[in-house]
């Protein structure tokens, strides 16, 4: 599946059907993430659910804690 991924263009092996599937891949696992899914963002406990499609839009935003 061919989503767009903070901007740029990304290939999703066939088992991410969900943005909780996509959190769980290597490069974004264990991270603190707001996601916004086509312009929406996600409850944390919606993200599991949340279905991907081809063409959809994922910004992913890296929470960083200070102060």
């Known amino acids: 599946m061919k989503l ?6 990304a ?4 088992h991410c059907a969900t943005v909780g599937d996509l959190l769980n891949q290597p490069e ?3 991270r603190m993430l707001i996601v916004e899914h086509n312009g929406k963002v996600l ?3 919606n993200v599991a659910f949340t279905l991907l499609s081809e063409g959809d839009r994922i910004e992913l935003i ?4 200070g102060g």
């Open 4 to 9: 767009e991924i903070n901007g740029q263009s």
């Open 62 to 65: 890296h929470v960083v804690g």
């Open 11 to 14: 290939i999703l092996p066939d």
């Open 28 to 30: 974004w696992k264990g």
């Open 43 to 45: 409850f944390h406990e």
